[in-house]
């Protein structure tokens, strides 16, 4: 983990706030002995929290009092103008100055979208931000997911710009130099899709900075024949939460299925190592973290129903984005194409 990381977090953000958010952060800190963290909230809830689990003077944990709360329910424009001191706006004013490297939020979806593209800026030459994460695939490693819910709908040149940074993250991520990227669509076929889609099927064949291979359908997200899969925010979204939701129902029938008769306890105490390694391959709690993309600094948005477990995933993310330097590899591309694009233009 990259030397003296500082990450803020918004500690009260989330259907949990501290009650996942402190045991994750002391569970961070102990794992990572180089990791400070800033914990944004009302100081007087956060201390009593980290005096019962004995931390209160961690040298590690500094919190940065904030007067407000960005609920679930505010809506994103008034959390803007109105919420300068909540717990979400002030982890992102400590990443706008220097102060932190990262921020993470379990909040409101919305609002931290707007709070972020207000406060840190997009890139230059970058549309709009988008949602990213990594779901498990039938092989060892995972695929890249984007947009998760960041844009509603997307125009084909912002399509594009999302295989971009896809590529980019999952390359780093990866350790691939040309990052398989597939466009979700409801068939195979080039007819299949609407005039947006195949729009932008025909920029990522031109695109020199990906490496595109076709359409994918639903079915294929597990499959790992990809590395990166670009859509729409809406699509994306709930595509996840499908995901997530298969994966929980899997495992409550599996365990309910073993409960049932005592041969099946049986052979589950005997297969107690294998079901645990399928647990952990298939739990959404660790892959919990979906990056913001494309802004001049990084954000992390964690679940609202985040646990601990879940929460310290998305911290650990936060520090996995820093130390391979996303927004910087992001801008040199973006900055390498920029020549290229305006000599196609004037020819």
């Known amino acids: 983990m990259h030397a003296d990381l500082t990450i803020a977090l918004d500690m009260m953000g989330g259907d949990y706030g501290p009650r996942s958010s402190i045991p994750a952060a002391l569970a961070a800190v102990e794992k990572h002995p180089r990791l400070i963290l800033l914990l944004c909230g009302n100081r007087t809830v956060l201390e009593s929290a980290l005096e019962k689990a004995n931390a209160l003077s961690h040298p590690r944990l500094i919190v940065k009092h904030c007067d407000e709360v960005v609920t679930n329910t505010c809506d994103p424009a008034q959390a803007l103008r109105n919420k300068r001191n909540s717990s979400m706006r002030v982890a992102l004013d400590l990443v706008k100055s220097g102060q932190a490297q990262a921020c993470v939020s379990s909040g409101n979806t919305g609002a931290l979208l707007s709070m972020a593209h207000y406060v840190l800026k997009m890139l230059p030459g970058i549309k709009r931000p988008a949602l990213i994460t990594s779901v498990p695939t039938e092989k060892k490693q995972p695929v890249y997911l984007l947009d998760l819910g960041a844009n509603i709908q997307c125009d084909p040149e912002t399509l594009l710009q ?95 299925a073993l409960k049932k008769h005592l041969f099946y306890r049986c052979l589950a105490f005997l297969l107690r190592p294998v079901i645990k390694k399928l647990y952990k391959r298939v739990n959404p709690d660790q892959y919990n973290g979906a990056s913001l993309v494309g802004l001049r600094g990084i954000v992390v948005k964690s679940h609202g129903n985040a646990s601990k477990k879940a929460f310290m995933a998305a911290i650990e993310e936060a520090a996995r984005e820093v130390d391979r330097r996303i927004p910087d590899k992001i801008q040199a591309a973006f900055e390498e194409m920029a020549p290229i694009e305006e000599t196609s233009v004037r020819s």
């Open 162 to 256: 999302f295989a971009i940074m896809g590529s980019i993250v999952a390359g780093a991520a990866l350790k691939l130099d040309k990052p398989k990227v597939h466009l979700l669509n409801i068939g195979l076929e080039d007819i299949k899709g609407h005039d947006g889609i195949k729009q932008a099927a025909r920029l990522m064949q031109g695109c020199s900075a990906i490496n595109y291979q076709g359409y994918c359908e639903g079915s294929d997200i597990f499959s790992g024949k990809s590395d990166v899969i670009v859509c729409e925010g809406f699509v994306g979204n709930v595509a996840l939460k499908t995901c997530e939701g298969i994966a929980k129902l899997i495992m409550f029938k599996f365990t309910k």
